[in-house]
């Protein structure tokens, strides 16, 4: 039971202290872009970065490789989430993803579809996407304020309708943000993809020999008009779920590793070395390649990457923030979508499957805690972010956009932690922690 709670235990522990690390990355950015050194703040992210070799050079600003570039890792690591819940999470089998799923639908098209509403008509209209997306870093964090009051089933749901929000978001990046499109850089894209199988099939297994097809990868979905951490996501999709080993095996390597230094006590320090590698070897192996590699970059990502991009998307400049006319329309969409679009979406669409007898909910929660997962849900930022900057160019939309993102999530936070402490019921830790096992169990 431990073993099986441990990795959820550790993701959720990730997120919540990234949430804390992401709030002050979002407040210094918010400070120093409105400060008087708003101006550095601008040359910051415009300083041009790149490469030249012979004839051919590439070269860009500082943002562009924080949101395409670094990002990209932030993808894939979304990516190996996806393809673990797929394989053996809560998106393993459709009965137990038949409510994160209709919740996570729900949450998605009722903002989107009041930003339509405000927005039918106008070119505001391309920010339809912006208030879909939820923040899991930020929403852990908000359940995690209220200790043990929250069951574990509603964590595991909230952790699942995220998933599912993301594969939205990437879908729509895909199918609604993605322009442009060259198709014979489709077959340098085909090319890494292609390479990355092969390298499986053969049984390459060192991830630092995946890196070159991985950027061929990224290249050639940035040539062909992909936004290009989409790659992250398709690599992230075709790590393997299965360990080379497996813990079975892993025991019996080692036990024979240990026997055979036991049995040569006179051996030379090379002889040893042979043994360590062999045991290095198992225990690299004992686990599967998407629990690796997600164990080892999910904390680099959730206290390097997103940071670093809330620090350098999160800083809106109030003075070219308009409140009047379309920019409006857009402040109150977005905002609007969040905190009341989310919850509405989540809770209806749950409500309407549970009716139909598709989903049922989990053993000991109660619609009111799902309403406060509706409105946590309503937490955008990172993701919502990200799509602003794709659906707007520099200028009063972007930065309207993005101060109805930071207002929405954080009234979304804030009525969330209030419903929280009156809805949801106050537990001892004895009490959690038999509810955990109950989970579990």
Partial sequence: MRRALAPLERFLAIEAASGILLLAAAAIALIWANSPWRESY???????????????????????????????????????????????????????????????????????????????????????AIPMATDIAFAVGVLTLLGSQVPPALRVLLLALAVIDDVGAILVIAL???????????????????????????????????????????????????????????????TPVRAWFGREKFIEQADASVAAVRERKDADERALLSHLEHLDTARREAVSPVERIQHVLHAWVAFGAMPLFALANAGVSLGEASFSGQSLRVLV?????????????????????????????????????????????????????????????????????????????????????????????????????????????
């Fill in 176 to 238: 609604f943000y993605s322009s442009g499109l060259e198709p014979m850089a489709f077959l340098v894209l085909g090319a890494g993809l292609v390479g990355i199988l092969a390298m499986q099939v053969l049984g390459v297994r060192t991830p630092w020999a995946y890196v070159l097809p991985a950027a061929v990868v990224w290249a050639g979905a940035y040539a062909a008009g992909i936004h290009p951490t989409l790659a992250g996501v398709a690599i992230g999709l075709m």
């Fill in 333 to 441: 969409g977005v905002a609007g979508g969040l905190v009341l679009g989310k919850p509405l979406g989540v809770l209806g669409a749950s409500w309407l499957a549970t009716r139909l007898g598709i989903a049922a909910l989990p053993r000991g929660i109660r619609w009111p805690q799902v309403a406060v997962v509706g409105v946590v849900a309503g937490i955008g930022f990172t993701m919502s972010i990200f799509i602003a900057a794709l659906a707007f160019p520099a200028g009063a939309n972007l930065e309207t956009s993005k101060l109805g993102i930071l207002v929405g999530s954080a009234l979304s936070a804030g009525l969330a932690y209030g419903l929280g402490r009156v809805i949801l019921p106050s537990r001892s830790p004895a009490r959690a922690a038999a509810a955990e096992a109950s989970t579990a169990s």
């Fill in 42 to 128: 601008r040359a910051l992210w415009h300083l041009r970065l790149g490469a030249t070799v012979g004839a051919f050079s590439f070269e860009r600003d500082l943002h562009f490789w924080i949101n395409d570039g670094v990002m990209t890792i932030f993808f894939f690591v979304v990516g190996l989430e996806i393809r673990r819940e797929i394989h053996r999470g809560e998106l393993s089998e459709l009965r137990r993803a038949a409510l994160p799923l209709a919740a996570a639908i729900g949450g998605m098209l009722v903002p989107a579809c009041m930003f339509v509403a405000l927005n039918l008509g106008r070119e505001s209209v391309k920010g339809w």
